[in-house]
């Protein structure tokens, strides 16, 4: 068994204590700054994968 599955009552439990501690009008603005920072690094990841795509295409293409 993994040390870091959670399984229903754990995340029924951390989703309390993040209501308790930031409040209901809070929750929103961080689900939201929360799913912005997780695009822009999916981006990034993106980016840097097309770059080194293109830099080994232009390695094998000076090879030939």
């Given at each position: 068994m993994f040390a870091w599955s959670l399984g229903?009552?754990?995340?029924?439990?951390l989703l309390v204590l993040?209501?308790?501690?930031?409040?209901?009008?809070r929750l929103p603005e961080?689900?939201?700054?929360?799913g912005q920072g997780m695009r822009?690094?999916?981006k990034s990841i993106s980016e840097v994968g097309d770059e080194?795509?293109?830099a080994g295409e232009?390695?094998?293409?000076a090879k030939k």
């Open positions: 229903g009552n754990e995340i029924l439990i993040a209501l308790i501690l930031f409040g209901a009008k961080l689900g939201r700054s929360l822009e690094f999916k080194v795509t293109k232009d390695t094998s293409a």
